[in-house]
Structures are given as structure tokens and as C-alpha cells.
């Protein structure tokens, strides 16, 4: 059974600075993975999605990379937001396949102005 | 635009009563998930379906039942409410494709008294 892992729980950071968050699970055989932004009280909304095959995807200032070997991705924010305060999420396919998400419990993020 | 459409934000029920959400999707999607998320615990996954009349059991069925009749409308049952389904529940679906994401509703905040 698909586990995610995210860490850290929660981050406060001041604008300005570059910021890594971070995802395991534990069976590599993923189809691909995805990163979520949620703000409080709201659905989801998909950021990046890395397929199976890839070793990274961008978009504007987030860089997700993606090490099925290792069980790990990776979300990279630039020059944080004040607009970029949210909960990310990692989210992997529970049975390796193109079925239902396995989520992390996710990254509450604060980015200071 | 992909849109996923919760028929309620908000709903109060009592317990023991048979409760429907609705959700309906306008991007002609194969897939349709139903989550729940509850703090402490993050998003997991109920149900799911394929197609349609087709269903498949999440990690958290019980007590649950959903309908797909048609292409575009994924409904959760609960069967008799319990307080313990108090909970925040997300639709999402999505295409065959590897490289598409999931796609969210704003989710229904659904409270059994």
C-alpha cells in the first residue's frame, strides 16, 4: 500500500528567499506524482505533475523534480510570495497505476511580507 | 478550463438520515474520485470509478455507496449518516491520460448533527 510522506509539517519563511519542500513514498512503481496547492477552506488546485518517466517539470517560479529509485520528490519555490502561502500537497497513485490518489498530510507554508 | 462541480458547499444533516453529493464534471473525464479530508488524517480516498455503472472501493468505503450513471456525475451515498462522517468531501476526476492531473471541486463541508 502507497504511503506519502511530507516534510516539513509547516514552514515560515520571509519573502524573498527559495524554499524546498519535500515527499517520499514508498512504492516506486507510480505512474506519476503530483504536487497540489490548497488554500484554506478550498478544493485543490494542480501545480505539477511529474510523470513516470521525468526527472522534473516547471512552472514559473516552481521546479518539481521527481527520484523513483529513491522514493523522493521535490518542490522548489523562487523568490517566494506573500500570494504563495497555502498547504502543498504530494499526492501519488495508491496502486502504482491511474487510479486514486495516495495524499501527504502536506506542507502548510507562511510566507511572510 | 476543466470544472468539477459540487452541488453544495455547505450541508447539515441529522444522523441516520440517507445523504447525496453531487458532483459533475464538464471535461468528458473517464474518471471520479470521492475524498474526504479531516485534519490530522489528510485526503483519502473513498471511492473511485472508471467508468460508467462502474465503481471501485477506495481505502475508507464503508459506510458509503456511490452511483455512476452517467459519464459526467459521480454521486456519494451516505447510506445512514453517522456524526463520524462529519467531514470535508472533495470530487475530483480525470482523464486517461498519464500526463494529466486530477482535477478538484471546491468541496462540500457536510456536517451530521
Known amino acids: 500500500k502507497q504511503e506519502v510522506t511530507q516534510i516539513p509539517a509547516a514552514l515560515s519563511v520571509p519573502e524573498g528567499e527559495n524554499l524546498v519542500l519535500n515527499c517520499s513514498f514508498t512504492?516506486?512503481?507510480?505512474?506519476?506524482l503530483q504536487w497540489f496547492r490548497q488554500d484554506p477552506g478550498k478544493g485543490l488546485t494542480s501545480l505539477l505533475l511529474?510523470?513516470?518517466?521525468?526527472r522534473e517539470q516547471t512552472s514559473g517560479r516552481l521546479n518539481a523534480s521527481l527520484d523513483k529509485s529513491s522514493g523522493r520528490s521535490t518542490l522548489y519555490i523562487a523568490a517566494s510570495q506573500p500570494g504563495d502561502s497555502a498547504t502543498y500537497l504530494c499526492?501519488?497513485?495508491?496502486?502504482?497505476?491511474?487510479?486514486?490518489?495516495?495524499f501527504g498530510k502536506g506542507t502548510h507554508l507562511i510566507i511572510q511580507p | 478550463d476543466v470544472k468539477v462541480t459540487q452541488s453544495s458547499r455547505y450541508l447539515v444533516k441529522r444522523t441516520g438520515e440517507k445523504v447525496f453529493l453531487e458532483c459533475v464534471q464538464d471535461?468528458?473525464?473517464?474518471?471520479m474520485f470521492w475524498y474526504r479530508q479531516d485534519p490530522g488524517l489528510g485526503l483519502r480516498l473513498i471511492y473511485f470509478?472508471?467508468?460508467?455503472?462502474?465503481?471501485e472501493k477506495g481505502d475508507i468505503p464503508e459506510g458509503y455507496s456511490v452511483s455512476r450513471e452517467k459519464k459526467e456525475r459521480f454521486s456519494l451515498i451516505l447510506e445512514s449518516a453517522s456524526t463520524n462522517q462529519t467531514s470535508m468531501y472533495l470530487c475530483?476526476?480525470?482523464?486517461?491520460?498519464?500526463?494529466?492531473?486530477?482535477?478538484f471541486g471546491d468541496g462540500t463541508r457536510l456536517s451530521i448533527l
Open positions: 511529474i510523470q513516470s518517466s521525468q
Open positions: 512504492d516506486s512503481a507510480i505512474y506519476n
Open positions: 470509478s472508471y467508468d460508467v455503472k462502474m465503481k
Open positions: 499526492a501519488a497513485p495508491a496502486h502504482g497505476g491511474a487510479d486514486g490518489l495516495t
Open positions: 475530483a476526476s480525470s482523464s486517461n491520460l498519464s500526463n494529466q492531473p486530477q482535477h
Open positions: 471535461m468528458d473525464h473517464e474518471n
